[in-house]
């Protein structure tokens, strides 16, 4: 159902997300049930095709991006790996459609070569870069990151990157800038739905400085130990795994260093629901759902429990302190 949002007037489907999640797990539900129940050989051999299709998973035929284990702390989790075909075939890429399967069936059209990251605004070193001569900027190295997505979801990622801080201490900031905001691709030759009313675009998102300083920051450029695909937000995008998934902007072109806190895409699309942190917090519900517990892709099964939200989506210890003395009711 797509509703109407009071403070834009555009319509957005946020609403209709949480429907077609549901329905994607009555689907695998039934898929899991027609497969082990006594459905019959046909439905039995449709299940396993579908099965096979949802993927048991192997990284695509994507060149090869790999990345040293991380020292960075808390980059790493021990938790089971989502597999590749289910990481990759339910995504939030608005650009390419707002239903979950879009983006793998319709990225197919994005450029990502040639690209170019603008880096601009309040830095002493601007500079348009080169993809090539981003990627190399510093060591590549693997996170195993959680990304919990606002909608209640959520999936844990090999990401291959560097710290967003490696690129920013080149670029050298100057002292009055607070944020950096991160400007992705919008062009509604290759991007089907850029020039919907579903947001308004390009796609925005934003970070205090010291949160785009923490280590964690991940400028992101593969997953799998591969170039990331295009529908992840190939070639580079961001993850910032303390925070809901929507702060991770995909197919990064400009970032921008600004003193005062820029408007964010969702955020102008619903400012009541998404504030500008976005922190990971199940002791803050979205005004239309509550955000204690998680549900795990690939564990989406009949049976399946879900799983407790954690405060700053388990991160605490890395990035607690940078919201010190802040009220995150009012600072969602
Ligand atoms: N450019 C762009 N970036 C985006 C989005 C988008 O629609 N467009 N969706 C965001 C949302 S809501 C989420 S949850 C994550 C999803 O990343 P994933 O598909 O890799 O899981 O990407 C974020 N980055
Ligand atoms: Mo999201």
């Not at 348009?128 to 990304?147: F, G, M």
């Not at 959520?154 to 050298?172: F, H, N, Q, R």
């Amino acid at each position: 159902m797509l509703i109407k949002t009071r403070d834009s007037g555009f319509i957005h489907p946020v609403s209709s997300e949480i429907t077609s999640q549901g329905m994607y797990q009555q689907r695998r539900d039934m898929i899991k049930l027609m497969a082990g129940g006594a459905a019959g050989a046909a439905l039995a051999g449709w299940a396993g095709r579908e099965a096979l299709a949802q993927g048991v998973g192997k990284p695509g035929k994507l060149a090869a991006l790999p990345g040293a284990k991380s020292g960075v702390a808390g980059a790493v989790t021990m938790e089971k790996v989502t597999d590749y075909k289910d990481s990759t075939t339910y995504n939030n890429f608005y650009e390419f459609g707002t239903d979950k399967a879009d983006p793998a069936k319709n990225a197919h059209t994005l450029v990502t070569k040639p690209w170019t990251v603008a880096v601009e605004g309040l830095v002493k070193q601007p500079k348009t870069w080169a993809i090539e001569d981003l990627i190399k900027l510093s060591a590549q190295e693997e996170r195993i990151y959680r990304l919990r997505c606002v909608e209640g979801w959520s999936m844990v990622i090999p990401w291959v990157g560097y710290s967003l801080a490696e690129l920013i201490k080149k670029v050298e900031p100057l002292g009055n800038a607070k944020y950096v905001e991160f400007i992705t691709q919008a062009d509604p030759k290759t991007m089907p739905f850029v020039g919907s009313r579903v947001l308004d675009w390009p796609y925005v998102e934003a970070l205090r400085m010291d949160e785009a300083m923490n280590p964690l920051t991940l400028l992101t450029f593969g997953m799998y130990g591969e170039v990331l695909p295009n529908q992840s937000g190939a070639p580079v995008r961001l993850v910032v795994p303390w925070k809901y998934g929507f702060k991770s902007g995909k197919s990064i072109v400009k970032i921008r260093f600004t003193d005062k806190e820029p408007r964010t895409a969702w955020n102008k699309a619903a400012a009541n629901e998404y504030g500008f942190y976005s922190n990971v917090n199940p002791d803050v519900d979205h005004p239309r759902w509550s955000q204690a517990t998680e549900r795990r892709i690939g564990e989406d099964g009949l049976f399946a429990k879900k799983r407790k939200t954690l405060m700053f989506n388990g991160y605490e210890a890395q990035v607690g302190q940078l919201y010190a003395g802040m009220d995150l009711k009012k600072n969602f």
